[in-house]
Nanobody, 123 residues
Framework: QVQPVESGGGLVQAGGSLRLSCAAS???????IGWFRQAPGKEREFVAA????????YYSDSVKGRFTISRDNAKNAVYLQMNSLKPEDTAVYYC?????????????????WGQGTQVTVSS
């Protein structure tokens, strides 16, 4: 089973940028990959996703125009470039692999999850 591993989180001021990386451990990343986030006291929510083999991209309304998801198949990696960060973007960000039936927005269709990486945006 492919196991995603996230990296790249940290502390940044509002208006700044961060790039998160998601690498595959164990197998080729030939799946649809999604990024989700969970803020304290809130449910985990969809952020962005990218399909495979054609890299169509999908975004939540709250990040559209600020975040960009991309993939490098040669490196078996998916990236989330986050620009114009806001304090409300503060959350633990998770990379997930879509291994089950469902739409690309449906959290229940993602069967393999990373451990998460903390993103904190200060005002």
């Amino acid at each position: 089973q492919v196991q995603p591993v996230e990296s790249g989180g940290g502390l940044v001021q509002a208006g700044g940028s961060l790039r998160l990386s998601c690498a595959a451990s164990g197998r080729t990343f030939s799946y649809k990959i999604g990024w989700f986030r969970q803020a304290p006291g809130k449910e985990r929510e969809f952020v962005a996703a990218i399909s495979w083999p054609v890299p169509y991209t999908y975004y939540s309304d709250s990040v559209k125009g600020r975040f960009t998801i991309s993939r490098d198949n040669a490196k078996n990696a998916v990236y989330l470039q986050m620009n114009s960060l806001k304090p409300e973007d503060t959350a633990v960000y998770y990379c997930a692999v879509q291994t089950l039936s469902g739409t690309i927005y449906d959290i229940r269709s993602y069967g393999s999850w990373g451990q998460g990486t903390q993103v904190t945006v200060s005002s």
